[in-house]
């Protein structure tokens, strides 16, 4: 086989083949892991990728209009970012932790001097709720919306990693947010992320990982191989060992799988694709399934052992 790892550029071995299940066009894929740092990675990319990202892959969510919610939601967040109270400690216990918003929290970051660039960020989910909060430098980037978006308080560029380096432009804290997988050079993406952080500024990455119970579990079932969309589902220490040679520290990380590993997963080994699981947030919350899946889940990220993690690098 020609392809190596796509992180640490070594040999593969035990190939398998993975159908696509998200849309349930179930075409089937070959994935490789690396001899070396267990990372595994799409053979071959496909010509057409953009075929396997239909216009309904984006579930951009609206911002509600409802006062009680938005006000619930701006308590919660605030409460992920570190600013703990009781009701937002309360609403915690019931929706869970935004992973997102706890590794910014976790950067101490400025509301009004830290800049903050999140890559590959839709229509700006993230960057809404931060907005809320009050934050004045933000803004994002992903080369497949259709044009510029211009919202009252930042901008998302219709552009990529590599133009903004171009522009040699910085930021004190860069967030990937399930997107590091999707990239098809995500060595070189590394490299030029480290150009576009200022001193001690931050990279958080949040990405399925391959060392963890689930893939041991479901093989090519597990739900977050996603093919042919994710490309490189890195190891945790394979991601570390990369980082940490270019000019990284880690700082902190923490596994944060839930239960839908399980759900989907389950679903995919019975042959239903994604779009006809009609999972939504009770059904993967509360359901006595997916309670019992969450508290396995839970049990397995403080082993280290979830199917997803958050990494919060320093440049050195
Ligand atoms: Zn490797």
Same mark, same amino acid.
């Given at each position: 086989m020609d392809t190596k790892c796509r992180l640490c550029f070594t040999e593969l071995e035990d190939t398998f083949h993975v159908e696509e +299940? +998200?849309?349930?066009?179930k075409e089937s894929f070959e994935y490789s892991i690396c001899k070396n740092c267990k990372s595994l990675s799409l053979d071959k990319i496909p010509d !057409?990728?953009? &075929? /396997? /990202?239909? $216009?309904? /892959?984006y579930s951009f969510a609206e911002q509600s209009s409802n006062k009680l919610i938005n006000w619930v939601s701006k308590k919660k967040c605030a409460n992920d970012l570190g600013n703990t109270s009781f009701i937002g400690k309360i609403i915690r216990l019931i929706a869970g932790r935004n992973s997102n918003l706890y590794a910014i929290g976790l950067c101490k970051p #400025? &509301? #009004? &001097?830290t800049s903050i660039l999140d890559v590959g960020?839709? $229509?700006?989910y993230l960057l809404d709720k931060l907005d809320v909060q009050g934050f004045n430098s933000i803004s994002g980037i992903d080369p497949y919306i259709f044009e510029d978006i211009h919202k009252p308080n930042y901008k998302i560029y219709k552009k990529s990693i590599e133009d903004l380096v171009e522009e040699k432009l910085k930021f004190d804290i860069i967030i990937l947010s399930h997107v590091f997988e999707h990239l098809e050079h995500p060595k070189t993406s590394l490299e030029n992320i480290l150009k576009l952080l200022n001193p001690k500024g931050y990279l958080i990455l949040r990405t399925p990982m391959s060392m963890c119970f689930a893939f041991n579990k /479901?093989?090519? !079932?597990?739900?977050?191989?996603d093919a042919p969309r994710h490309i490189l589902i890195p190891s945790f220490p394979g991601l570390k060992n990369i980082c940490e040679s270019m000019g990284y520290d880690l700082k902190y990380y923490f596994f944060d799988s839930d239960s839908k590993q399980f759900l989907i997963s389950e679903n995919y080994k019975k042959g239903i694709p994604l779009i006809s699981q009609k999972l939504n947030f009770i059904k993967t919350r509360f359901y006595p399934k997916a309670i019992y899946f969450g508290l396995k889940a839970h049990k397995l990220n403080t082993k280290n052992l979830g199917d997803q993690s958050t990494i919060v690098f320093q440049k050195k």
């Open positions: +299940m +998200m849309f349930g066009i !057409n990728i953009s &075929k /396997y /990202y239909p $216009e309904n /892959y #400025d &509301k #009004d &001097k960020c839709g $229509e700006g /479901y093989g090519k !079932n597990w739900f977050q191989i």
